[in-house]
């Protein structure tokens, strides 16, 4: 009888092992994600402080949210450093790539999760993109079909592989590929990088157009010089011109690439431009200046 005891003693502690390994120890070792970190130049990589490596860094890392700092080594030492919150989600991927530059006006990059959507799509194949932006107000695209202004979020996003950028006047455009899984949100959250030859040459033209200037022409085309405007190929095969000098003014016509219109004026990353009937390859609108953006227009 005592054998027996001893064997049922040793088969109930046997279980009770095989359940804290199987409940505790490898339930706990899922509670990861993975944390992938992208950054030109190298940088020293802290989270809550603590450094972990360096960049490129791809490990899994305890779920939770953080706070991440990226350090440019000493070389680096015009480049300005990054901190900013990030969250690791079970058996998710996070991807954070940071350009840093020499302040943050001039730093661009990009951070991506995936999480669980929160209501079922109409289609169980689709999930959903939110896209957020620093600045605020960026123009989306998605596969190069303009979607709105950010903060946006695209329900119903075909599930598979997908083009998604953002883009500002007077920024530089931000391109990254994503997947997209059946009933999951990918979420994205881009800052944009000022370009500062749109700044320059604004600035230039406030003082070109300033009565007071006593500067000498410039040798190549600049806004006090320039009469014309050529509109540039765009992935949409037209652009928008807008009533101002922003990307939440009103639509006014869409125009062709190749066209040819009058300089106006240049404020903040746009041009200010003439056009009526269909001069120029106008295909609508009625009003008689407008404003489009530099990045697809060049002054001649």
Do not use: C
């Not at 000493?74 to 990054?82: C, N, R, V």
């Not at 690439?257 to 106008?282: C, H, M, Q, R, S």
């Amino acid at each position: 009888m005592k054998p027996k005891l001893i064997l049922l003693l040793v088969l109930i502690l046997l279980f009770g092992v095989f359940v804290a390994v199987r409940f505790f120890i490898l339930n706990g070792q899922t509670d990861y994600g993975e944390l992938k970190i992208l950054s030109s130049p190298t940088t020293n990589i802290f989270i809550d402080n603590a450094m972990i490596g360096k960049t490129p860094f791809d490990q899994k890392y305890k779920i939770g949210e953080y706070l991440l700092k990226l350090i440019p080594e000493g070389t680096a030492t015009e480049t300005a450093s990054w901190q900013g919150k990030i969250s690791i989600f079970k058996s998710a991927l996070t991807y954070v790539n940071r350009e840093l530059g020499a302040s943050d006006l001039t730093s661009a990059g990009e951070i991506f999760t995936s999480t669980r959507m929160t209501a079922s799509p109409q289609d169980p194949n689709n999930g959903a993109v939110s896209v957020d932006s620093d600045p605020e107000g960026a123009i989306v695209y998605l596969d190069n079909d303009e979607k709105g202004v950010a903060p946006l979020i695209l329900q119903d996003v075909p599930k598979g592989d997908h083009e998604l950028s953002v883009f500002m006047p007077g920024f530089f455009r931000r391109t990254q590929k994503i997947n997209v899984d059946p009933d999951y949100q990918v979420n994205a959250m881009f800052k944009l990088a000022m370009d500062m030859s749109q700044q320059q040459a604004s600035q230039s033209a406030q003082l070109n157009n300033s009565p007071s200037t006593s500067q000498a022409p410039a040798a190549t085309i600049s806004a006090s010089t320039a009469s014309t405007v050529l509109i540039k190929d765009t992935p949409q095969g037209w652009l928008r011109v807008r009533a101002d000098a922003t990307i939440t003014a009103s639509e006014e016509a869409k125009i062709k690439p190749g066209g040819k219109y009058p300089y106006v004026d240049t404020k903040d990353g746009w041009y200010e431009i003439k056009f009526n009937g269909d001069a120029g390859g106008l295909v609508s609108g009625s009003f008689d200046t407008g404003w489009v953006s530099a990045e697809f227009a060049t002054l001649q």
